[in-house]
């Protein structure tokens, strides 16, 4: 059984930082793309950032390149996500997902799956 745990949410005052952290289990972790979504109350879910399994591949957001930076430790079979210089914006629960297949890491669809979700307040 496949999970997907992450942590390192709470509340941060504009201008600082958080580190989010995803913890997966019943996987081969190295051989899977991982990436970071998040969703605001009434938006849909949004891309943020990717690694691709062989790390060759990094993509952000344009909303949080210069801020975000996502990592993996496969030894860990964690990926994480520094965030830096947080703005209110940026509030939302964050998801880790992994399992790419498909034509766009952009897309919520094409990944199989899915963290419960860690909430991120900025506060203004």
């Known amino acids: 059984q496949v999970q997907l745990v992450e942590s390192g949410g709470g509340l941060v005052q504009a201008g600082g930082s958080l580190r989010l952290s995803c913890i997966a289990s019943?996987?081969?972790?190295?051989?899977?793309?991982v990436a970071w979504f998040r969703q605001a109350p009434g938006k849909e879910r949004e891309f943020v950032a990717v690694?691709?399994?062989?790390?060759?591949?990094?993509r952000y957001a344009d909303s949080v390149k210069g801020r975000f930076t996502i990592s993996r430790d496969n030894a860990k079979n964690t990926v994480y996500l520094q965030m830096n210089s947080l703005k209110p914006e940026d509030s939302a629960v964050y998801y880790c997902?992994?399992?790419?297949?498909?034509?766009?890491?952009?897309?919520?669809?094409?990944?199989?799956?899915w963290g419960q979700g860690t909430q991120v307040t900025v506060s203004s």
């Open positions: 690694k691709s399994k062989s790390d060759s591949d990094t």
């Open positions: 019943g996987l081969t972790f190295s051989s899977y793309s």
């Open positions: 997902a992994a399992n790419f297949n498909g034509d766009s890491y952009y897309a919520p669809p094409f990944w199989g799956y």
